[in-house]
């Protein structure tokens, strides 16, 4: 039997189970098979803070996104078109979400009384498509119940697993499902699973046959009558690797180090969502790379502040909350205008907040979280992918100007993946650490004493004798001989550093501290406006993680025929040299920002510019299709004219 | 879950990889062009005086020498020492320290603290310093007292103290820091005095001859705050009985004419003073430092007076060697960059391109 194959040009799956069913796994393995077939794709874990939540409600669901098309696209994706729920919880959670007609392949093994009411459904949904559809909240999707346990365990048999570990594999079972009805090559995934079970051969071959039995059942029943085909996506020449953003920045951070020559210290405390980094770069050290997990936050930044001293790029990686306990140490770095790299993985606040969700709620603390004039330099990447080429960034900035660096991810960045094409090594910047190895002052100069012969000049080290470009101050390590000094976090005298209360001087220091970090924008290319007509009157400005968003929402705006202008920031501090300019240029700003308004309100102080707010703090990421609503009603109200944007029947209704 | 069986890099000195000096030294050359400015009187001056006289013995290269230092009178230490020095935030000087002696084992790590930067603000930093046994030198300058903020009770202070803060008394009851420090299971630990320049400076020289983690309390006078704190171990009237001397290999005696000893206590387990007259010889407690178990050493530290200081063993406690967290780490990265040779450009390529990657051509 030939089955009908129909051609999509994208796709959004959202597998959704209990936490302990593996869903962040088929997830990953789904996106994995995508990625070397050639689509492009985004993608967007979503799972509890806690470890294993209680089995089978509502807050121990866990969802893994992917959106995968043969086009460039920007976003994990509004709505899902498929949900593959492993529990009634996973079902009920998720189904709010769904547009009319999605599709929905639910395990019905787990709908069991317990199961429903822990979900708190009185009824099973199932019943009423049964009985032919009508009433049920299920009515308006294509639902296929399939017994994904019964069949896993069945098939598995032969391993002589016991009945816990055998249903353990229904997940690769409904990824293999998935695999067939979208095509996609299996053979990476049971490579994955080989290598993953080698040492427990019984558990590795039951998860490779549920895996197989999952794509035969697909291709068997008559339950899926069609298959889908998504093409590859047409991009640029390259070799390509699917990455997340974690891995992506500890790999920047490696490389930040390879460039510099400078060995990566890396001082952290485990927090959510920015411990990958401290786990991915503790594996390389052949690279020269030591990684301390401190004992508390403080020490964490502490012991990244002495290997800097010592002549390492210190780095410390956290979330918002580390970076409040943080603050005092980062005002040290200030001080001592040491380079350090402070790595913030925003997540939902204040406080301990939402551990596992995304925000971007910490930029003002990272521009101003310490007590007085204390400017550090701010960078964020605006996607998973680009948290490398962030990285790399930051340590240019902090190595060549002698400061900390904010670097502002987030935990949608932290953890979502797309495809990243590899850079070439000598593509990425060279950064000179310039260590100070001689004198740098002159006590005497040189001259003829009374007997006439000549006395030689006499030169001493000051460590805050400034190159005149950067205003950065030499680095002497200790180890250098002739170069003693100390430093701290005492008012330091202009040029020799000596503690210094002098008025006149503190002033001056501020100022000039200030002065360096501004004087950074010197260094930053024009930005690039995405302006495709040149006619928009609506420019939409944005930083970090809602790129992907912000870049979807222009687009339908301009697929409806209007006009409207994107530029995004790398660069929160200093801001580009030519931002001022091109904000005059346009007639109307939007800001969208997962916060309440901390870039437009650094916009409005510093360009007197009527920035306009799109505020979301729910813990998710924008969604394209709502900002584009606000961006048309925005262009609407700048030319004068009813937009119109013909919503996608599939885009379902949500409140921002 | 797993565990590794480390690898005990062996014994070695804790100055044995920092480059020597050929040329004599001299205490000048340790003195930096700033002016001291601590209080007249102040006991600061006669242990900055010490260790300046005693670094040129050590004969180590200057600028392999780093002093770091947190907030507080003591603090401004680095200042008066022309080495490399960082003066730091209050509580943190042994976590900057931490990166410093782990980032270098060229370098000789000194940390210079008080009671309140390293008990009260820093109590944390301390404690996994001492466990992790970081190489550096501790100097915890205790006065008992708040000096830089004009004299509130410290974390060293006794019970019912009355100070600014606390004008019906202090109700905190106070940190006995060589106790803390052989809780921490360090590896080095000893009590001297400010004023006794000879015992200061051989215990100096045993600190920086440790590798790991030493730390030396300085009970040192604040002549504006506290005044006398430690008056009954300094005057000749009554220092015999106050000062229990520590000697790794010799009976532990104090008193006029060593009269009295310590004896194990039975009924406690701990260690009580006794009249070596009513004791037999071999009763008394021969003091070993070097005892891997940490409970004699805790039980004599137990005989420091809490209240007013009549009474405090003095000397090093506890002198053990143990593998330090720094040495260890860079083996590790030693054994990794071994298992991975190469043009470190080459191997960043490689792992960038590592994983399942496809081209587009």
């Known amino acids: ?656 | 879950m797993s565990t590794e069986q480390l690898p005990f890099p062996g014994v070695r000195s804790g100055v044995e990889l920092v480059p020597t000096n050929d040329q004599p030294q001299t205490g000048k050359e340790y003195t930096s062009d700033q002016e001291v400015r601590w209080c007249p009187g102040c006991g600061d001056y006669a242990v900055l005086k010490a260790v300046q006289g005693f670094l040129p013995q050590l004969g180590l290269r200057r600028e392999n020498i780093v002093f770091v230092s947190g907030i507080g009178c003591s603090s401004r230490f680095p200042y008066y020492l022309d080495t490399y020095g960082m003066h730091s935030i209050h509580g943190r000087a042994p976590s900057i320290a931490t990166g410093i002696a782990t980032a270098r084992e060229d370098l000789s790590v000194w940390v210079v603290t008080g009671d309140g930067d390293a008990l009260s603000i820093g109590g944390n930093h301390l404690i996994h310093a001492l466990r992790r046994n970081v190489n550096m030198t501790i100097l915890l300058f205790n006065n008992r007292i708040y000096g830089l903020t004009k004299g509130q009770y410290s974390p060293t202070s006794e019970a019912g103290k009355v100070t600014k803060s606390t004008p019906m008394g202090s109700l905190d009851h106070p940190f006995n820091p060589v106790s803390l420090a052989l809780g921490a299971e360090a590896s080095f630990v000893a009590r001297t005095i400010d004023s006794d320049r000879k015992h200061l400076t051989h215990v100096l020289s045993a600190a920086a001859a440790h590798r790991g983690t030493s730390l030396v309390e300085i009970y040192q006078n604040c002549p504006i705050f506290n005044d006398g704190a430690f008056d009954a171990i300094k005057s000749n009237d009554t220092k015999a009985d106050a000062i229990i001397p520590l000697v790794h290999g010799e009976q532990i005696r104090f008193g006029v004419e060593g009269s009295k000893g310590l004896i194990r206590d039975s009924a406690t387990g701990g260690v009580k003073a006794a009249l070596v007259a009513d004791v037999a010889e071999d009763q008394l407690l021969v003091h070993d430092a070097h005892n891997p178990d940490p409970s004699t050493a805790f039980a004599i530290s137990r005989l420091t007076d809490s209240g007013y200081l009549n009474q405090s063993p003095i000397g090093i406690f506890r002198q053990v060697e143990r593998p330090t967290y720094d040495d260890q780490a860079r083996d590790q990265i030693a054994t990794a960059k071994e298992g991975a040779p190469g043009d470190p450009q080459q191997r960043l390529d490689a792992l960038i391109n590592s994983g399942d990657t496809w081209t587009v051509v």
């Not at chain 1, 992917?66 to 920007?74: E, M, P, R, T």
């Not at chain 1, 048999?157 to 016991?162: A, C, I, P």
């Not at chain 1, 590859?232 to 020449?237: E, G, L, M, T």
């Not at chain 1, 490398?388 to 240019?396: L, T």
Request: include cysteine.
């Open chain 1, 1 to 656: 039997m030939s089955k009908q194959v129909k051609q999509l040009d994208r796709v959004i799956i959202r597998f959704a189970g209990d936490s302990g069913d593996g869903m962040q796994l088929t997830g990953d393995r789904f996106t994995q098979e995508s990625a070397v077939f050639g689509n492009d794709l985004v993608t967007l874990p979503n799972f509890p803070a806690e470890i294993r939540a209680p089995q089978g409600t509502l807050p121990g669901v866990s969802s893994f996104q992917v959106h995968f098309a043969d086009h460039d696209i920007l976003t994990a994706g509004d709505a899902p078109d498929v949900l593959v729920a492993m529990n009634p919880a996973a079902l009920k959670a998720n189904l709010a979400d769904l547009p009319k007609g999605a599709s929905i392949i639910v395990d019905t093994h787990d709908f069991t009384g317990r199961n429903l009411t822990k979900a708190g459904y009185d009824t099973n949904p199932l019943d009423a498509l049964e009985q032919g559809g009508a009433g049920g909240e299920l009515s308006e999707f294509h639902v296929h119940p399939v017994d994904l346990t019964g069949m896993t365990v069945e098939a598995v048999k032969e391993f002589g697993l016991s009945r816990k570990d055998a249903a353990r594999a229904k997940n690769m079972f409904a990824l293999g499902l998935l695999s067939w009805m979208y095509g996609r090559p299996t053979e990476s995934t049971i490579a994955f699973l080989t290598k993953r079970f080698a040492k427990v051969p019984a558990i590795r071959d039951a998860n490779i046959t549920a895996f197989k039995t999952g794509w035969n059942f697909g291709e068997t029943t008559e339950a899926f009558a069609v298959s889908y085909e998504i093409k590859p996506a047409k991009v640029s020449p390259g070799t390509y690797r699917n990455i997340t953003g974690n891995l992506a920045l500890s790999y920047g951070l490696v490389a930040a180090g390879v460039r510099s020559g400078l060995p990566i210290f890396l001082g952290s405390y485990p927090i959510t969502p920015a411990s990958d980094i401290l786990h991915e770069l503790s594996k390389h050290k052949s690279f020269g790379v030591t990684t301390l997990q401190a004992e508390d936050e403080i020490a964490g930044v502490g012991a990244a502040i002495g290997a800097s001293f010592a002549g390492h790029l210190g780095v410390t990686t956290t979330s918002g909350p580390g970076i409040a306990l943080k603050s005092e140490a980062i005002g040290l770095a200030v001080m001592t205008e040491l380079p350090l790299l402070v790595i913030d993985v925003q997540r939902g606040g204040p406080s301990t907040g939402l551990p596992t969700k995304t925000e971007q709620a910490d930029l003002l603390q990272a521009m101003f979280g310490r007590n007085g004039e204390a400017p550090v330099p701010i960078v964020a990447p605006q996607s998973p992918g680009d948290c490398f080429a962030a990285a790399v960034e930051a340590a240019r900035i902090a190595v060549t100007y002698r400061t900390p660096v904010m670097l502002l991810s987030d935990g949608y960045l932290a953890n979502g993946s797309e495809p990243w094409r590899v850079p070439e090594i000598d593509d990425l910047p060279r950064i000179d650490p310039d260590f100070a190895t001689e004198a740098n002052h002159v006590v005497t100069p040189a001259g003829t004493a009374e007997d006439g012969t000549a006395t030689p000049e006499e030169r001493d080290y000051w460590p805050y004798l400034r190159d005149e470009e950067t205003l950065a101050r030499p680095w002497a390590i200790p180890g250098t001989p002739g170069l003693e000094h100390r430093i701290g976090g005492l008012e330091k005298g202009e040029g020799h550093g000596n503690i210094s209360y002098d008025p006149a001087n503190h002033e001056r220091m501020v100022r000039i501290r200030q002065a360096k970090v501004d004087g950074i924008a010197d260094s930053l290319p024009p930005l690039e406006v995405d302006d495709p007509s040149g006619k928009a009157k609506v420019l939409v400005i944005g930083w970090g993680s809602t790129y992907g968003p912000i870049g979807a929402g222009c687009r339908r705006v301009r697929k409806a025929g209007y006009d409207v202008a994107q530029v995004h920031l790398r660069h929160l501090n200093p801001f580009p040299k030519d931002l001022g300019e091109i904000l005059r240029r346009y007639d109307k700003v939007l800001v969208p920002e997962m916060n309440l308004g901390q870039l437009s309100l650094l916009l409005r102080g510093r360009y007197l510019v009527d920035a306009i707010g799109y505020n979301q703090v729910n813990g998710m990421p924008i969604k394209a299709a709502v900002l584009a609503d606000a961006i048309g009603a925005l262009v609407a109200e700048a030319e004068g004219i009813e937009v119109d944007l013909t919503p996608p029947t599939t885009t379902p209704e949500v409140t921002p």
